[in-house]
């Protein structure tokens, strides 16, 4: 026999049979034995989606005084030693599992019921109702007792993220992500076999809550990999959903479904808390620490580099771009662009003249500017390589953060005078035009930026990039599984 917060498995010979406990546990309300019925028959039919030969039917036992035949559902029993879950702790080597997982994963959402009532709950707002849901359950579960650590940030982050983010998953549902899932993929539930797995135990109570986002799907299983203590595995098989499903979504929306199901995982430990399971209450709060995790990780980040001519900003810019595995922009390139020609090719002019003018430094921000906030509003951080010495543009550059919900981190980069004379004198053909005499004019008449973190980069690159990078990720950069986009073919 096994039990969860909704139901008891007896296995006998090679047959399974579930029972609906007769709870009410707000989500869901089994109380009546005709909910438990119908409970059963939506089981059996959602999970023959995924695993027709295990899910044989429904039947009735029959206890004495019940007032009447209690419903079950009959499957074929698992071979125990083949869960999942089972072999990660013993330590075997899953990836081929896993990408099968992930292969079969992606090939039902391909074919996956869709429709408007399906799309309504990928929006944002549906997603934001749905952790706010979370956020009162876990306070009346934890009425009498401590809450996990940590779930006031928890709140905050989750606000923050889904606030600057409509557009995100506006596109989602334009693109047909949003699909009739499994909802509650968890490696004890998914038997290796030799002929495929075999994924079972999706989620009926209620629909609404099996709407989702492809992503947030495959974001389960990934979370409860994590939970094992493989982290790799989970970034493993959520690169390969990708893959497979021709995802291209950013690292922060994978962060923040991940960070959603530990969640939802920490408040279903808090119910078996109530019931009296050993150990829910510390797996609680394991839970909630990888939620915070994620959701400090997904955190959209704004990140100004700004310096002098011939202070290195451009090169701690594109160092910190490729550590954090996010997006730069460069005013240098963009101001080129702009102007229809190549970004190596020479534009050099006066201070003020030519390219640099102050109106195409106008045009040049104002762009930089606007396709930093489409990035932002898509979920994706991003780094902007310019000087920022105009206290009006940086100005502008916080009501960007501020109207995309993304923390903003300025970073100044300085070195003596000397040292940045003697790099423009050296230094060959580049998207920068500036010389000695342009980067002394704009010395003279550059602002204070208090604001700003000073970082020097007279020295190696990589005490400079350290500095950036504890900047903008202050709690470290070691918080959760790397989840970088997978390579993807050109159409």
Not at 38 to 55: G, K, M
Not at 246 to 266: K, N, T, W
Not at 462 to 484: C, H, L, N, S
Request: proline fraction near 6%.
């Amino acid at each position: 026999m096994c039990e969860t917060h909704t139901a008891i498995v007896f296995f006998a010979g090679d047959r399974a049979y579930k029972v609906k406990k007769p709870v009410s546990l707000g989500f869901l309300d089994y109380t009546g034995q005709a909910a438990r019925r119908e409970a059963c028959e939506r089981e059996i039919a959602l999970n023959r989606r995924f695993a027709p030969d295990v899910y044989l039917g429904s039947g009735d036992v029959i206890c004495p005084g019940a007032e009447g035949p209690e419903p079950l559902v009959v499957m074929r029993r698992m071979p125990s030693k083949r869960r999942l879950s089972r072999l990660v702790r013993h330590g075997d080597d899953v990836d081929d599992a896993l990408r099968a997982v992930a292969r079969q994963l992606a090939a039902w959402h391909t074919v996956a019921p869709r429709g408007r009532h399906i799309d309504e709950q990928g929006t944002r707002d549906a997603l934001s109702s749905r952790w706010e849901a979370s956020f009162t359950q876990v306070r009346e579960l934890t009425a009498d007792c401590p809450e996990p650590d940590g779930v006031a940030e928890i709140e905050r982050l989750v606000r923050g993220y889904l606030a600057g983010r409509k557009r995100l998953f506006d596109v989602r549902i334009e693109q047909g992500r949003v699909v009739d899932g499994h909802g509650d993929l968890l490696a004890e539930d998914v038997f290796c076999l030799d002929d495929g797995p075999r994924v079972l135990d999706c989620l009926e109570f209620d629909d609404k809550l099996r709407y989702v986002d492809g992503l947030d799907d495959a974001a389960f299983l990934a979370m409860d990999l994590e939970q094992l203590g493989v982290p790799e595995a989970a970034a493993f098989f959520l690169a390969r959903y990708s893959e497979y499903s021709g995802d291209p979504a950013p690292p922060s929306l994978r962060h923040h479904y991940v960070a959603y199901r530990a969640f939802v995982r920490a408040k279903v430990s808090l119910i078996q808390v109530a019931q009296g399971a050993a150990d829910a209450r510390s797996a609680s709060r394991r839970l909630a620490g990888t939620a915070l995790r994620h959701l400090r990780t997904s955190e959209v980040c704004l990140v100004l580099v700004g310096g002098l001519p011939g202070s290195g900003k451009s090169t701690l810019s594109g160092a910190l771009a490729d550590r954090l595995g996010v997006t730069l922009l460069s005013s240098d390139r963009l101001r080129k662009e702009l102007a229809g020609i190549p970004a190596e090719q020479s534009a050099a002019a006066g201070y003020g003249e030519g390219l640099y003018t102050p109106e195409w430094t106008a045009r040049t921000y104002a762009a930089l500017l606007d396709r930093a906030s489409a990035l932002l509003s898509r979920g994706e951080s991003v780094v902007l390589d310019a000087t920022w010495s105009d206290a009006v543009r940086r100005e502008a550059a916080l009501r960007v953060a501020e109207a995309t919900s993304a923390r903003l981190v300025a970073l100044h980069c300085q070195v003596p005078d000397e040292t940045s004379a003697a790099r423009l004198r050296t230094r060959g053909p580049g998207a920068s035009d500036a010389g000695p005499d342009v980067a002394a004019a704009m010395a003279a008449g550059e602002p204070a930026w208090p604001q700003a973190v000073a970082v020097d980069t007279s020295g190696p690159l990589e005490p400079a990039v350290a500095r950036a990078v504890d900047a903008v990720r202050p709690w470290g950069t070691r918080q959760a599984p790397v989840f970088r986009r997978p390579y993807m073919e050109p159409d």
